[in-house]
């Protein structure tokens, strides 16, 4: 195993994990996302697609057609739309997704995933569910659960310090969680929800 590149001390005494503050578990959190982003990277890119792409294609996968415009994806990424329109013009440019006009109001851009954007989620999701079973394990338990919903309890508090400009619709990360577990169980699909994403996405 090569050393780890995280001071662990601050919350492990004696072999067993001390009472931590919230400033403590956020920045554990934080360091857990960034590991699991860098891990997820190689099979992701095997199938073909990169984070950002997947957070991309994730958040449209199941989104109402007349509901899936620029500003609200933008939102739900918590991404500008200048930023977030410089990936979707490469992703539409690459075929992974369609934007038009919305008949209702032409002043919305509506944004869906092409077969081809749909094709290459499946693959990731294959690729990276097989990863983090190969790191993590695949077996569902108690305490995972439990480590959902305190994961639950930050997200939303932190939501609430939140932009509601920035912000998705009440209650959507706790669906995004339901539709996770579903696609767990039907799909064995990785749990990398976009609701509530732990940095910036952006693409190079």
Not at 134 to 142: F, N, P, V
Not at 191 to 198: C, E, G, M
């Amino acid at each position: 195993m090569n050393p780890p590149h995280f001071q662990i001390s601050r919350a492990i005494a004696d072999g067993q994990v001390r009472s931590v503050s919230w400033q403590e578990l956020a920045h554990l959190v934080t360091r857990a996302a960034n590991c699991l982003v860098a891990a997820l990277a190689e099979p992701t890119v095997a199938a073909g697609l990169n984070e950002p792409r997947v957070a991309v294609l994730e958040a449209l996968d199941g989104c109402q057609p007349e509901l899936c415009t620029q500003t609200g994806l933008a939102r739900r990424l918590l991404l500008s739309e200048s930023n977030l329109s410089t990936l979707l013009d490469r992703m539409q440019h690459d075929g992974f997704i369609e934007r038009e006009r919305s008949r209702a109001d032409r002043r919305k851009t509506l944004i869906r995933m092409t077969e081809r954007g749909a094709s290459g989620l499946l693959r990731a999701r294959a690729a990276r569910s097989a990863s983090v079973a190969r790191m993590l394990g695949d077996e569902t338990s108690e305490p995972l659960n439990a480590t959902a919903e305190l994961l639950l309890q930050m997200i939303q508090q932190v939501e609430a310090h939140l932009d509601p400009g920035r912000m998705g619709t009440p209650g959507t990360v706790r669906a995004g969680l339901q539709t996770i577990n579903h696609k767990a169980q039907s799909q064995r699909a990785p749990i990398d929800s976009v609701d509530a994403p732990f940095s910036p996405i952006a693409e190079a």
